[in-house]
């Protein structure tokens, strides 16, 4: 017969459980657990932490806790993320949202026109260009992705968020596959992989055993699809785009070397994230 605790109980024995298996801040992530299982939000939670935790909640409960002590990230276990003020659906076909990632949408928000196009390469969940058109309702966004699993999810955030009539969703390798229509500015946003491949190995578990690598690693140094994606940016940019590229530590001085390089004249800013790291690449004519 299972014991029962009450709801804080529960929650302390399963912060106690997180910690001891490494993960950090174990004592919000068994509120949030908690919260997901008894359908509660974390607020409604913490005022019934008195209350017996009992019935078929504790049990789904207990099997989020059990998938969190195997490491599977946090987003995977509760099947969201919360990016720029709203929730996304995720699951191991998409890579997490990250906050930096914020940036390319702030970015893109600050220079784009009415009637823009939006192009968001390497969609993953949706998160970028989703968020742009649930913010502009002025803008069309096309999704590009080379996996279809990832678009399907990417197509569910839209429906979810209201915003499916104004995105387009793509099967592509990068921009293989764009056709701009003919005289439309673009905004151009790219959160691509740029880990280097041997770094896998000084990764988190939830990122390195969870994650899909295609949407992680780019080659030895970690700019083989940066490279590939600047390549084909330049038979496409003109004059009135934008470009806001993702890059990662240490990657800046390399990818702009490589931008005005193929692009001769073009106009190239860093933006920093919140820690000071050089972030976001934006070019433009």
């Keep these: ?142 999704e590009l992705d080379i996996s279809p699993s990832a678009l399907r999810v990417a197509a569910s955030n839209a429906v979810a968020l209201g915003v499916h009539d104004r995105v387009d969703f793509v099967v592509a390798d990068l921009l293989s596959a764009f056709r701009r229509p003919s005289g439309r500015p673009c905004v151009f946003v790219a959160n691509l992989p740029y880990v280097a491949t041997e770094l896998a190995g000084s990764l988190q578990p939830e990122i390195r055993d969870w994650e899909p690598a295609e949407a992680l690693y780019a080659g030895n140094d970690g700019l083989s699809v940066l490279r590939r994606f600047l390549e084909q940016l330049r038979g496409e940019q003109a004059p009135g785009d934008h470009a806001l590229i993702e890059m990662g530590l240490g990657q800046a001085e390399e990818v702009i070397g490589l931008a005005l390089g193929l692009m001769p004249g073009i106009k190239a800013e860093v933006v920093k994230d919140g820690t000071g790291i050089d972030r976001v690449l934006h070019l433009y004519c």
Excluded: C, H, K
Aim: aromatic share 6%.
């Design 1 to 142: 017969m299972t014991q029962e605790l009450s709801l804080g109980a529960l929650v302390a024995d399963a912060s106690r459980e997180l910690a001891a298996a490494g993960i950090d801040d174990s004592r919000l992530e068994a509120e949030l657990l908690a919260a997901e299982a008894f359908g509660w939000s974390r607020a409604q939670l913490l005022a019934r932490l008195g209350e017996p935790a009992n019935g078929d909640e504790r049990r789904q409960f207990e099997r989020l806790l059990e998938r969190r002590l195997r490491r599977e990230p946090l987003a995977y276990t509760l099947g969201f993320r919360e990016f720029y003020g709203r929730r996304f659906m995720v699951n191991r076909d998409v890579l997490i949202p990250r906050p930096e990632s914020e940036l390319l949408v702030s970015g893109a928000l600050g220079v784009m026109t009415p009637g823009s196009l939006v192009v968001d390469v390497g969609t993953g969940s949706g998160a970028i260009g989703i968020s742009i058109a649930a913010e502009r309702t002025d803008v069309r966004v096309v």
